[in-house]
């Protein structure tokens, strides 16, 4: 079963910065990643899929890349809607595992 | 719009049994697999089951199996996971999704005496 670790569990930030969110598997997963954002009371948004590329609609300050075990997020300016919870997950092979997450706070 | 809308939760004594629903539109449902997804209060999100488009295949965590079952009706555009035998640490909030790129806005399950 693979395992999915974030790094780091949380991060303090302000608006304006650049963040950078990482995600390790424990064995590879080829391209076959995701992240979502999560915010309090609503369901998680997909933001990447096939560990870089942006979901429909989703803003260009987003970006990712990785492949294999290591994955990075990036948020190239923090805005306000952007404090969340990010989560990656692994769909190589099941069971789907999901990060314990990333909270991004002020 | 391509929708998914889950139903059915409730609370339930331990050792009952609960049956979700999730309703898609939107989209040809039986060319999809489907999923359910949950997350316990203040926890990470847990892949708790797969089916694929004709009902033939399904897959379970283990922490359900044996207890949890996932079906579909493609005639009514709509997914059920059938829980039974439930314990407290099932309490969460499940979510319906398409793959990955879809999700439901969830329908919480607590299981408490």
């Known amino acids: 079963e693979i395992v999915i670790t974030q790094s780091p569990a949380t991060l303090s930030v302000s608006p304006g910065e650049r963040v950078t969110l990482s995600c390790r598997a424990s064995q590879s997963v080829s391209s076959n990643l995701a992240w979502y954002q999560q915010k309090p009371g609503q369901a998680p948004r997909l933001l990447i899929y096939g560990a870089s590329t942006r979901a429909t609609g989703i803003s260009g300050r987003f970006s990712a890349s990785g492949s294999g075990t290591e994955f990075t997020l990036t948020i190239s300016s923090l805005q306000s809607e952007d404090f969340a919870v990010y989560y990656c997950?692994?769909?190589?092979?099941?069971?789907?595992?999901f990060g314990p997450g990333t909270t991004v706070d002020i | 719009e391509v929708q998914l809308a889950e139903s059915g939760g409730d609370l339930v004594q331990p050792g009952g049994s609960l049956r979700l629903s999730c309703a898609a539109s939107?989209?040809?449902?039986?060319?999809?697999?489907m999923n359910w997804v949950r997350q316990a209060p203040g926890k990470g999100l847990v892949w708790v089951s797969r089916i694929n488009t004709d009902g033939s295949d399904t897959t379970y965590a283990d922490s359900v199996k044996g207890r949890f079952t996932i079906s579909r009706d493609n005639a009514k555009n709509t997914l059920y996971l059938q829980m039974d035998s439930l314990r407290a640490e099932d309490t969460a909030v499940y979510y319906c999704t398409r793959g990955y790129t879809v999700w439901g806005q969830g329908t919480l399950v607590t299981v408490s005496s």
């Open positions: 939107g989209f040809t449902f039986s060319n999809y697999w």
């Open positions: 997950q692994q769909y190589n092979n099941w069971p789907f595992a």
